[in-house]
C-alpha cells in the first residue's frame, strides 16, 4: 500500500516556487496558455487524489466549477471594501479544525447591466 502526504506534495519548497503562495499562473506556459498534461507541475496537483482511490466526482466537479464560476463573472462585478485588506492566502496562518479554515474576507457582487 502507498501513501502520500498531499500537504506536503503541494509545499514542497524543492520544487514550488514560493510553494505558500496562491500563484494560479505558476500553471501557464510562457504564452499564457495551459500548461500540458504531462507537464511535471500538472502531475504534482493533486486536487482530486490520485490513483484508484482518487475522488469519483472529478469530473462532475471540474464541470460544476466551471459552470458557476463563468456565470458569476458573466453577471457579477466582484469587488473588495478597501478599507478591509484581504486576508493572507498563505495557508500556515490558517485556523486548524478538521479541515484548514481560511479567514473570512467581505466581496460586492454588483450586477452587471
Known amino acids: 500500500m502507498v501513501t502520500y502526504n498531499i500537504w506536503r506534495v503541494h509545499h514542497?519548497?524543492?520544487?514550488?516556487?514560493?510553494?505558500?503562495?496562491?500563484?494560479?499562473?505558476?500553471?501557464?506556459?510562457?504564452?499564457?496558455?495551459?500548461?500540458?498534461?504531462?507537464?511535471?507541475?500538472?502531475?504534482?496537483?493533486?486536487?482530486?487524489?490520485?490513483?484508484?482511490?482518487?475522488?469519483?466526482?472529478?469530473?462532475?466537479?471540474?464541470?460544476?466549477?466551471?459552470?458557476?464560476?463563468?456565470?458569476?463573472l458573466q453577471n457579477f462585478d466582484l469587488t473588495r471594501d478597501p478599507s478591509e485588506p484581504f486576508p493572507s492566502s498563505d495557508p500556515r496562518t490558517y485556523e486548524i479544525t478538521f479541515f484548514l479554515k481560511p479567514p473570512s474576507y467581505k466581496l460586492q457582487f454588483t450586477p452587471r447591466h
Open 12 to 72: 514542497d519548497e524543492s520544487f514550488w516556487e514560493n510553494p505558500f503562495t496562491f500563484d494560479p499562473t505558476r500553471f501557464l506556459d510562457e504564452h499564457g496558455k495551459l500548461l500540458p498534461p504531462e507537464d511535471e507541475k500538472r502531475h504534482r496537483l493533486l486536487t482530486f487524489g490520485i490513483g484508484k482511490r482518487s475522488c469519483i466526482g472529478e469530473n462532475l466537479a471540474r464541470a460544476r466549477i466551471f459552470l458557476g464560476l463563468t456565470s458569476i
